[in-house]
């Protein structure tokens, strides 16, 4: 399946595609970072909202939160899932807000799915002229020279259809700003698996260029991929949370 048609098709699967995900700290971590780096505001809006778990949890810690997404079968679930909130479908690397904002989120690496170094300049402009004063645009990312092509995550989960299976993998080249994300999804019924491959194109980039295209912007902080400590990066891990302070 090319694109993201296998999650257009699958979209009722996400959540279980994710099911090792601890949103809420992921979510809780951010709202620490906001905290300390923040403006105090609470207007939030999280880029590539999928199916909107994370702004379940930003809305229940009190915030006025927001979604868009690309996928429209992911929003009407996140809509299900968060009715107070408000989703948009736009792309994340031109997307407008109709008020400014205190803190854009965008987690699961998501930011990759610019795909390629403009258009994810694109989407850090578009951030950054979505944000109040002092707002937070806060993200993670995998540096593409740590990639190691060899490693995967895999996880397996019982579901009404079926049982399933899911694994997925970053790989990179070696050379370029295209690196891609290969997925894996097995499902068995009565000693019967369907498989669906598919892979995303994703931007790659390493974290001293990902800082170069942040900092005329942003006041860049770099942390280590722990949203349990708040930790400067340590110079050597492939993962990475960026908080990016609207100056």
């Known amino acids: ?38 403006n105090g505001g609470n207007r939030h809006l999280d880029l590539a909202c999928g199916t909107g778990p994370h702004v379940r949890h930003f809305l229940d810690a009190g915030y006025r939160s927001s979604g868009l997404d ?12 968060c009715p107070e909130a408000q989703f948009s479908r736009q792309d994340m690397c031109g997307f407008t807000v109709e008020e400014p904002l205190d803190l854009i989120t965008c987690f699961l690496y998501s930011i990759h799915y610019s795909g390629s170094i403009e258009r994810l300049q694109a989407c850090i ?10 707002g937070l645009f806060c993200f993670n990312a995998v540096d593409k020279d740590k990639i190691d092509n060899a490693l995967f995550v895999a996880h397996t989960a019982e579901h009404a259809d079926g049982l399933l299976h899911f694994r997925s993998a970053w790989h990179y080249g070696g050379a370029g700003e295209r690196q891609s994300l290969k997925v894996r999804i097995a499902r068995t ?31 860049v902080h770099v942390l280590e991929h722990d949203y349990e400590k708040i930790v400067p990066w340590d110079q050597r891990s492939g993962n990475a949370l960026f908080v990016c302070v609207k100056a």
């Open 1 to 38: 399946m090319p694109g993201n048609a296998l999650y257009t098709d699958l979209s009722g699967y996400y959540d279980l595609m994710c099911a090792d995900i601890d949103y809420q700290a992921q979510s809780h971590g951010v709202h620490r970072l906001r905290q300390l780096f923040g």
């Open 70 to 81: 690309i996928n429209q079968p992911m929003l009407e679930l996140a809509a299900e899932r």
């Open 125 to 134: 402009a578009s951030a950054h002229a979505a944000l109040e004063e002092g």
């Open 189 to 219: 019924v009565a000693d019967e698996t369907q498989v669906w491959h598919d892979e995303h194109p994703m931007v790659a980039v390493s974290f001293a260029e990902l800082q170069a295209l942040l900092q005329p912007y942003f006041e």
